[in-house]
């Protein structure tokens, strides 16, 4: 499990691509990085999960240098329901997740 | 994906009393956790809970004021006993399966002590 450190909080308006960068530089060679999105009133929710390179899905995109030390996700064209709490994660084992403090994202109109 | 299912979604209770939380997966699962959320912060893992054995707790948690029951696959329960106003929290129950690369949480109980 690595440490990860990420803003506290963002703020941006409806249609921009929003970039949420995670550093963790003592990363181990097994770890993934994984990202969890979480609503009010809601449980964390997987949103994308990679290695190395880069990763899309419907969601998101995940930006990972060669050297693993940071990662940036990715949200294209936000709107205001993509207000919530993201969490960016370094560790090889999806079960026992120790959350850190996560990035609040605020979209305005 | 796992369907979890808590109960009580929500709850107020008075000091002194204890409330059990159930967390029902829709299939059988490896792992299950029970959290902690106060408001406005970060998730913290309470403990793991183990079928058929007793609870693997984190520091700063322990089985009398957080007991914890896991007598299958699929369900478990967490109990939290002799409450006071710092109780005030949102519990969530998560899981994992060997199949999946993520962990799937519940919806939360919102608990409220007076």
């Known amino acids: 499990l690595a440490k990860t450190t990420q803003p506290i909080s963002m703020d941006s308006y409806e249609g921009q691509e929003v970039n949420i960068t995670c550093s963790h530089n003592n990363i181990a060679t097994n770890d993934y990085i994984t990202w969890y999105q979480q609503f009010p009133s809601q449980g964390p929710r997987f949103i994308i999960q990679g290695y190395k390179t880069k990763v899309t899905n419907e969601v998101a995109s995940l930006f990972i240098p060669a050297d693993r030390k940071s990662s940036t996700l990715s949200l294209p064209r936000v709107s205001l329901s993509d207000t919530a709490v993201y969490y960016c994660l370094a560790d090889s084992s999806a079960s026992k997740i120790i959350f850190g403090s996560g990035t609040r994202l605020s979209i305005r109109p | 994906s796992a369907v979890i299912s808590q109960k009580p979604s929500r709850d107020i209770c008075q000091r002194g009393t204890s409330l059990t939380i159930q967390c029902q997966v829709d299939?059988?699962?490896?792992?299950m956790f029970w959290y902690r959320q106060q408001p406005g912060q970060s998730l913290t893992l309470i403990a793991t809970a183990n079928q058929g054995s007793e609870a693997t707790y984190e520091s700063g948690f322990v089985i009398d004021k957080f007991p914890i029951s896991r007598p299958n696959l699929t369900f478990s329960t967490l109990t939290v006993s002799n409450m006071s106003p710092e109780d005030s929290s949102i519990y969530l129950c998560s899981v994992t399966r060997d199949r999946d690369k993520q962990a799937f949480f519940g919806q939360g109980t919102r608990l409220t002590v007076v």
């Open positions: 299939s059988q699962v490896t792992m």
